[in-house]
C-alpha cells in the first residue's frame, strides 16, 4: 500500500506485506525521505524482472 501526497506528488508511506520484501525499503526509504517526485521514480524503477517490480504496479495504481 501506498500513500500519498497529491498536492506534492509524492510519497509519503508505504506498506510491503510479503516474502523477500525487505529488498524494497530501502528504496521506499528514500523514495520517501527524499520526496522524490513520483513521475522521477518511474525512471528509478529495474526493467528486469525482481520483486522490485512492484514499484511499476504502485506507481500504476497511482496514475490510474
Known amino acids: ?3 500519498v501526497d497529491t498536492e506534492r506528488e509524492v510519497l ?3 506498506t510491503f ?3 523477500a520484501v ?3 525499503l530501502q528504496a521506499a526509504t528514500i523514495a520517501v525521505v527524499g520526496e522524490v517526485p513520483i513521475a522521477r521514480l518511474w525512471h528509478a524503477v529495474p526493467a528486469y ?3 522490485s517490480e512492484i ?3 504502485l506507481l500504476e495504481a497511482y496514475r490510474g
Do not use: D, K, S
Request: charged share 10%.
Open 1 to 3: 500500500m501506498a500513500v
Open 12 to 14: 509519503i508511506g508505504l
Open 17 to 19: 506485506i510479503g516474502p
Open 22 to 24: 525487505g529488498e524494497l
Open 49 to 51: 524482472p525482481t520483486i
Open 55 to 57: 514499484w511499476l504496479r
